[in-house]
């Protein structure tokens, strides 16, 4: 049989019992707005990627965090500048503390053993907690969290944050966090409070992911500078609220 | 791939597999629920599998739960009746996954001797009732003239869809006898009415106590909340004053 999702090493990297960011593609996008200024600003920089036969390059359905058995999409390659980019979850490094990875929703075949793959290198790296961002739109402002225990529950609270949420999380993000904690690794995912756009449900919420990622540069004292998103949540903010009738 | 992690393999003595995953009106599920709870039987085996739906659980105090199926075991103190009931927060959502997880949980219940099966699931009408019957099938017409003793609607034909009927129809193919009870229900609400109903009818086929009274709660809460929705209903229907003019509201 040949290999559905393998590996590719781009460069060693030195870790030293780091905390891992995993953001994917999802609910308006909070989590991958993230992970991408994380990678962007920090600056963080490749040295590992996973590829798979079940990561489509067009979904059947959207969202593309909700897989759906026997709909696996279209294979394909996306260009960027004119080069082929076939898709893929990509491990980054910043210093020797931190690594994020940028995740990529599979198909149904694909979801489970893509986060088996990603949950057994980030054991393999010596991850002493898993940090997952993304979002959910129950309501209100602001961020909230889940975890794979209490005790980190309660840590949060020090920071203001508060549970609120309860039933599913979707796709390859929480599956990460439920195969982590099956390896026995802390895990804590972190929610940017938005509104749901149902014609469009991961259209990008920016001001959501920039209050995201301000709790996370507090929680774990990163030097980011958030202000590359400040002009941009604005603008989307607003083209957000036209959509939905609001006034501006 | 599908794993069984079996924490610590009880010792049981003959003992049978009472079955029910989530499905219509939550039936099986609640009623399989009440039953792990009211008898305290024992978690000893976990199923994982890429066929659940992609995705965890938040509970509602914050901490994050796998979709994984359960295998729980109990033994009578005074009788010799043993049990492993099998249970989950989800079932397989492809047809193949399905299969996967009814074979390896029958392949587990060999290894401890079972040899007859209890499967609950729901019998869907779209229709509210009062007083929800309780349908069954059998492996074999001989069991299915000893379950006609109770209060029960021989359901004859017809599909019994998901892991709740492959797990009866595959117990079949093994030579396992096997009993699938169906409790009523329209497919609309968490039903604790229908899953009280099958489960009394269970405990009188196996002959053994289950208090009853967190199902009949649930069903009582169940019912108020279907009160107040239907008068909320009756209330929109009728007419509604007009802007300006003075309705019936009273203050006090």
């Not at chain 1, 790296?125 to 997952?132: A, E, K, P, S, Y």
């Not at chain 2, 060999?110 to 729901?122: D, P, Q, S």
């Not at chain 2, 021989?154 to 079949?172: D, Q, R, S, W, Y």
């Amino acid at each position: 049989m040949s290999i559905k999702t393998w590996t590719k090493t781009v460069r060693e990297a030195k870790l030293s019992r780091p905390v891992a960011l995993v953001g994917s593609p999802g609910f308006r996008s909070v989590g991958l707005i993230a992970v991408n200024y994380l990678i962007e600003k920090l600056p963080c920089s490749p040295f590992l990627e996973i590829y798979s036969r079940s990561f489509p390059v067009e979904y059947a359905l959207a969202p593309s965090y909700v897989a759906t058995p026997g709909l696996p999409g279209s294979g394909g390659v996306a260009l960027k500048d004119g080069v082929p980019e076939l898709p893929r979850v990509e491990f980054h490094s910043w210093q020797d503390k931190i690594v994020v990875v940028r995740g990529y929703q599979a198909d149904f075949e694909g979801q489970y053993q893509v986060a088996e793959i990603v949950a057994d290198h980030l054991q393999q790296l010596g991850t002493r907690r898993v940090v997952v961002l993304a979002a959910h739109g129950k309501g209100g402002e602001g961020v909230q969290c889940c975890a794979t225990d209490r005790r980190i529950l309660k840590k949060m609270r020090v920071y203001g944050v508060e549970t609120g949420y309860e039933g599913p999380f979707f796709g390859l993000s929480g599956l990460i966090l439920g195969m982590i904690m099956l390896r026995g690794i802390e895990g804590l995912a972190l929610f940017g409070l938005t509104t749901p756009m149902p014609e469009d449900p991961e259209s990008p919420d920016l001001a959501s992911a920039k209050t995201l990622l301000e709790k996370v540069s507090e929680i774990l004292d990163l030097p980011l500078d958030l202000s590359g998103l400040e002009p941009r949540a604005e603008k989307r903010r607003q083209s957000d609220l036209s959509k939905l009738g609001l006034s501006v | 791939m599908t794993t069984v992690k079996i924490f610590k393999k009880p010792e049981l003595t003959n003992p049978i597999l009472v079955g029910g995953l989530p499905g219509s009106g939550y039936v099986a599920k609640l009623a399989v629920d009440h039953l792990v709870k009211e008898l305290d039987a024992k978690l000893f085996g976990e199923i994982f599998s890429p066929s659940f739906p992609p995705q965890v659980l938040v509970r509602k105090d914050g901490t994050v739960e796998l979709m994984k199926n359960e295998l729980y075991w109990w033994r009578d103190k005074k009788s010799e009746t043993s049990m492993i009931i099998f249970t989950g927060n989800t079932q397989a959502v492809s047809p193949e996954g399905q299969y996967d997880i009814a074979e390896r949980v029958l392949g587990a219940a060999e290894e401890f001797g079972v040899k007859r099966i209890f499967t609950i699931a729901a019998f869907v009408t779209g229709e509210r009732v009062e007083r929800p019957r309780v349908f069954a099938t059998a492996t074999e017409s001989e069991l299915l003239d000893d379950l006609r003793r109770y209060d029960i609607v021989v359901m004859k034909e017809g599909n019994i869809g998901g892991t709740n009927g492959l797990l009866f129809g595959l117990a079949k193919l093994r030579e396992m006898r096997g009993i699938c009870l169906l409790g009523e229900t329209s497919g609309y609400i968490i039903d604790a009415k229908s899953a009280q109903a099958v489960l009394e009818t269970l405990t009188k086929i196996l002959d053994i106590r289950v208090g009853m009274s967190a199902l009949e709660n649930r069903a009582k809460e169940t019912e108020a909340f279907l009160r107040r929705i239907q008068e909320l209903e009756h209330r929109e229907e009728q007419p509604q004053p007009k802007k300006g003019e003075k309705g019936l509201f009273y203050i006090g």
